[in-house]
């Protein structure tokens, strides 16, 4: 997707990071349009969102691994009331859930492009989208989701 193209309208703020330190490496993946979820190095368990311990062992060693930015639909709402004042008049959109099986199951939360008043199908694969804000201070990259073809 390039900047000319996004889904979103501009004016919307950078993403605010709760815990810059922690969270930093999937934004920064995200820029390279690759997908990072965290791992346990001390028992092998996926977890999203970011944290700073395994919720199964505890074990501070969690680490950042690239996985395939490809997922399926588990659940999805179509969001009629805007979250923020830039998305008046930007409505409905897709907001879903997606499950990513190569990565323990671990679901994320994103846009899915396309008409937003498609049908949604539970199951349905989806590939990652990189939108990028390279205009914004500070630059950064929305990870969104597309149905996949074939």
């Known amino acids: 997707m390039t900047d000319a193209a996004h889904y ?3 004016g919307l ?29 001390a028992c092998a368990t996926w977890q999203w969102g970011p944290e700073w311990i395994c919720h199964k062992c505890l074990s501070s060693d969690m680490r950042w691994t690239e996985v395939a930015p490809r997922g399926r639909i588990y ?17 409905p959109f897709l907001a879903v859930l997606v499950e990513l099986p190569e990565a323990g199951n671990v679901r994320m939360i994103g846009n899915l492009l396309g008409d937003p008043l498609q049908d949604v ?10 939108e990028h804000h390279n205009d914004a201070t500070p630059p950064y990259t929305l990870v969104h989701w597309r149905i996949a073809q074939g």
């Open 121 to 130: 199908q539970i199951g349905s694969e989806v590939v990652a989208d990189y």
């Open 75 to 91: 659940s999805y709402e179509r969001v009629w009331h805007p979250a923020h004042p830039v998305l008046k008049g930007h409505t």
């Open 8 to 10: 979103l309208p501009e």
């Open 13 to 41: 703020p950078a993403p605010a990071l709760a815990e810059p330190e922690l969270e930093a490496p999937y934004w920064e993946g995200a820029r390279e349009e690759r997908l990072l979820v965290q791992r346990c190095g």
